[in-house]
C-alpha cells in the first residue's frame, strides 16, 4: 500500500471516530477539540460523485459561517476543497442542526481578515500557514 494511501486510510478512520463522537454529543467534542467550534460538511466527490464527510473546526462572524481548507498546513489542498470547488452545494450539520447551504471560497483581502482573525483565535492555524506555500483557502458557508 502507497504511504499516501495509508495516510488517507488513517485520516478516514480518525475522522469515523470525530464524526460519531459529535453524532452521539449533539455535535459537541471532547479531547482535542473540547470547547473547539467544529461542524460537519457533507460534500459531493469531484469524480465519485459520492458524499464525503468532514469534520472540521469553522469561525462564526457577524452571523456568518467560515471554514478553513488547512490540512495541518500540507502542500496542497484537501479533498473537500476540491469537492466544493467542482460542486458548491453542500450539507452542514452544526450542533443539532443540518441544513444545505452553498460553499463560496473568499479571496483577497477578506479572505485574508477572516483567516487572520482565526489563527488569532487558534494560533495552531498560523502554523499551518506558516509550513507552506500555498495560500490556505476560507470557504464562507452561506445558507440555501
Do not use: C
Not at 52 to 77: E, H, L, Q, W
Not at 92 to 117: C, H, M, N, Q
Amino acid at each position: 500500500m502507497s504511504d499516501d494511501r495509508e495516510a488517507a486510510n488513517a485520516t478516514n478512520a480518525w475522522n469515523k471516530t470525530i464524526i460519531d463522537e459529535f453524532h452521539a454529543n449533539d455535535g459537541k467534542l471532547g479531547g482535542n477539540f473540547e470547547g473547539a467550534t467544529v461542524l460537519l460538511l457533507h460534500t459531493t466527490g469531484a469524480k465519485s460523485g459520492k458524499e464525503r464527510v468532514n469534520p472540521m473546526m469553522y469561525m462564526k462572524k457577524n452571523g456568518r459561517i467560515f471554514v478553513f481548507a488547512s490540512k495541518a498546513g500540507a502542500d496542497t489542498n484537501p479533498d473537500w476543497f476540491h469537492n466544493l470547488v467542482a460542486t458548491p452545494s453542500v450539507t452542514v450539520e452544526l450542533g443539532t442542526e443540518t441544513f444545505a447551504a452553498t460553499a463560496s471560497p473568499l479571496v483577497d483581502d477578506e479572505r485574508t481578515k477572516i483567516y487572520t482573525a482565526h489563527a488569532e483565535q487558534y494560533p495552531g492555524f498560523a502554523e499551518y500557514q506558516a509550513k507552506t506555500s500555498r495560500v490556505i483557502p476560507v470557504v464562507e458557508i452561506v445558507r440555501s
